[in-house]
């Protein structure tokens, strides 16, 4: 499973953005595969930010960027999205798409996560 993530760059607070990931090299549906978003700032660990499984398409994020960010699919694509808005500076980070096929308890932990996309920086300024 190969990952492409883009749709990063440079906002100011306040402002929006939406990510893409899109996915390739699959040996079973995309269906099949559970996605999430991960980000890393300078200095920090990576964190979990949104998830999304497989099948059911249920949704999980973190309590950091609830009721601002959203993670969607799109199945015909291969895609999936992170929507950000009301972006403020402290999001400022490089995100991550990441794939496991199914789905693991420990989705918010980065260990649980198979594969990995190059990530897309995300800046925000105030």
């Known amino acids: 499973v190969q990952l492409q993530a883009s749709g990063g760059g440079l906002v100011q607070a306040g402002g929006s953005l939406r990510l893409s990931c899109a996915a390739s090299?699959?040996?079973?549906?995309?269906?099949?595969?559970?996605m999430s978003w991960f980000r890393q700032a300078v200095g920090k660990e990576r964190e979990f930010v949104a998830g999304?499984?497989?099948?059911?398409?249920?949704?999980y994020h973190a309590d950091s960027v609830k009721g601002r960010f959203t993670i969607s699919r799109d199945n015909a694509k291969n895609t999936v999205y992170l929507q950000m808005n009301s972006l403020k500076a402290d999001v400022t980070a490089v995100y991550f798409c990441a794939a496991r096929w199914h789905w693991s308890v420990a989705y918010y932990t980065s260990s649980s996560w198979n594969y990995w996309g190059q990530g897309t920086l995300v800046t925000v300024s105030s």
């Open positions: 090299g699959l040996t079973s549906s995309f269906y099949s595969l559970s």
């Open positions: 999304i499984r497989s099948n059911s398409g249920m949704k």
